[in-house]
């Protein structure tokens, strides 16, 4: 059976030039999520299948990789369900991940605990642009603290993040599950429809309006609610005006304090935000975690043309762990697709360390080539990224090949006798005798 070159679908391979890209995000991440008092923390990527499949995940339990059990615990020739073959699974995501750590270290952990997570998941899905089965997530979460102030601190660490990355004109967009809830009930459906209602509402920025009334009528429901239901998305507009629309339109169907977190925490962020982005007030956004209990939040990028982001508040995931209700709330940035958006637009990593290439003719003899690794010990010392490597026959096309790699500067070692003229490297080692000749050359 003959080897295959590509990877698994779904999956890639990573070339230098994308690494470097990665490489930074992940130091600016840590740097910056730091700065506003996140701890990093790691969990496995085998996580067990009772955790993934407690209905929590929405759609995302259809995905797991499942794990098969190991040695004497796979009996297949007994086996009547899979339940008797599966034990675990790759993980999906890094809340369900993060829900059990916290639940088995609580006694360890400051309250409330601000978590940076940063590692692989993977889902069984249909590959496409900026999705695939294996990928980053970069998540922060705050558990253990009720107030809006969770919320306010996600959104301006994240935005802050992509600001950094010269992201600018992206949106916020901000929704509450009680006010779709609310609004759901105000129109007449019944609690047992919510999600169904909501699976069709999900789909407003692919089918309008006009769609989601097309749906929900094939579904069978009264033309009444429909209509009523429609009708205030029409009404309700994109910012503070619009919360503040909802508050009194659904009076006894929504909390008032409900409506007045949602509006502190648009003034708050809007006041500080140190990026460029708009907060968006979207009665639409449902997100698909079943998890989720509160505020939800999007980031949308018209470059992208969909979400690079999301996340909001899930307070009741940790009590299934515990039995303790646990306030939580994380963020969750689309890392493969920031990077992606870096790559396409030609992103260049600032303040980078110069990059210094030295070419060593072949046949050099061992005391010269260590008079050259001595130099390239003497250019690191100063900060430089130094790579050695023989010269090759086509020289124009190795230079080329390091200039795109970003080596700004390229010198020639010569394996020739020369007078005094060519007794030094570019006078970097100073009085030291030479019997190669340099030639130098810059890649600007």
């Known amino acids: 059976m003959a080897l295959k070159k590509k990877p698994v679908t779904g999956m890639k391979d ?35 299948i009772e955790n993934l499949s407690s209905k929590q995940g929405g759609e995302n339990e259809k995905l797991i990789f499942k794990i098969l059990k190991r040695g004497e615990k796979l009996k297949l020739d007994t086996a009547e369900c899979e339940a008797d073959l599966v034990d675990g699974g790759l993980r999906y995501d890094l809340t369900v991940p993060l829900s059990r750590y916290y639940s088995n270290n609580v006694s360890e952990l400051p309250s409330p605990f601000k978590a940076l997570q940063m590692g692989n998941v993977w889902r069984a899905d249909r590959p496409q642009r900026g999705r695939f089965r294996q990928f980053m997530q970069c998540d922060i979460d705050i558990l253990g603290e009720p107030n809006n102030l969770a919320e306010i601190e996600l959104i301006l660490a994240t935005t802050t993040l992509l ?32 999600d169904d209602v909501f699976i069709i509402l999900d789909k407003m920025d692919k089918i309008g309006l006009d769609g989601v009334e097309k749906e929900l009528q094939e579904h069978g429901y009264p033309k009444e609610a429909v209509e009523k239901y429609l009708q205030l998305f029409k009404e309700i507009t994109n910012d503070i005006e619009g919360v503040r629309y909802c508050k009194e339109k659904l009076e006894g169907y929504l ?17 500080v935000k140190e990026a ?54 994380g963020f969750s940035i689309g ?3 920031i990077v992606m958006l870096l790559l396409e637009r030609g992103y260049e990593i600032p303040d980078n360390k110069e990059k210094l290439a030295l070419l060593i003719e072949k046949g050099m003899p061992q005391e010269k080539m260590l008079e050259v690794l001595a130099f ?32 700004t500067e390229i010198k020639e ?7 005094k003229e060519h ?14 000749r340099v030639k130098q050359s810059k890649y600007r």
């Open 14 to 48: 990573m070339l230098p030039r994308e690494m470097q890209i990665r490489d930074y995000v992940i130091r600016l991440i840590k740097e910056t999520y730091g700065t506003f008092g996140f701890s990093s923390i790691e969990t496995p990527c085998v996580e067990h």
């Open 163 to 194: 600001g950094k990355l010269d992201f600018k004109n992206f949106t916020v967009r901000i929704n509450d599950r009680k006010i779709l809830k609310a609004m759901a009930a105000y129109s007449g459906f019944e609690e047992k429809d919510y």
């Open 255 to 271: 909390e008032e304090a409900t409506a007045d977190g949602l509006e502190m925490i648009i003034a708050s962020v809007d006041s």
């Open 276 to 329: 460029d982005f708009k907060l968006s007030f979207d009665p639409t956004l449902v997100r698909g975690m079943s998890y989720y209990t509160g505020t939800i939040f999007e980031i949308a990028m018209d470059e992208f043309g969909g979400s690079v982001g999301g996340g909001g508040r899930y307070d009741e995931m940790i009590g299934k762990f515990t039995g303790q209700p646990t306030p939580a709330c």
């Open 335 to 337: 890392f493969e697709r």
């Open 376 to 407: 390239a010990k003497e250019q690191r010392a100063t900060g430089k990224q130094v790579m050695l490597s023989i010269m090759k026959k086509n020289k124009k096309f190795q230079k080329e090949q390091l200039s795109q790699e970003g080596y």
């Open 413 to 419: 070692f010569l394996n020739k006798y020369g007078g």
């Open 423 to 436: 007794g030094r490297i570019n006078a970097g080692l100073k009085e030291k005798p030479q019997m190669c």
